[in-house]
């Protein structure tokens, strides 16, 4: 997965603001190339588990794919936070995944963001498989 500095820097900012929550949003990026341009934020709609969990809110969910079908980008794949854990993917990250997308995990201990991989999956509810990431 190829993402720009900028939407790396946004995805690390947010991570660390949300700090010890989770939290979540969308990549995009121009349609066809697979390319990460730009991110959008979305709510975390889990409350009890906040710290080890998150759901992105529907509304947040469509509002930014017609916002990006608009605009003629692809929804390249999602990301969110580890808060205080690794940035690999959970149980209940990887059955949650969609195929044909990627997911992103920042690491992020004391509030500050350390580490980030991203994953794919070939079929809905994984397996995931790492993907390369490249920050352009």
């Known amino acids: ?32 190339e697979g390319t990460v341009t730009e991110v959008r934020r979305a709510r975390n709609i889990v409350v009890e588990r906040a710290r080890d969990r998150y759901e992105i809110d529907p509304r947040d969910h469509i509002r930014i794919q017609r916002e990006a079908d608009a605009a003629g980008l692809d929804m390249v794949g999602y990301y969110h936070s580890h808060p205080d854990h690794p940035a690999q993917a959970s149980r209940f990250d990887t059955e949650r995944a969609w195929a044909g997308y990627v997911y992103l995990i920042v690491a992020v201990h004391d509030g500050k963001p350390v580490d980030a991989n991203a994953f794919v999956a070939d079929q809905d509810g994984g397996p995931f498989r790492s993907e390369t990431l490249e920050i352009a």
């Open 1 to 32: 997965m190829r993402i720009l500095q900028a939407p790396m820097d946004e995805i690390r900012a947010h991570g660390a603001e949300g700090y010890p929550h989770e939290i979540c949003g969308i990549m995009l990026g121009p349609r066809g």
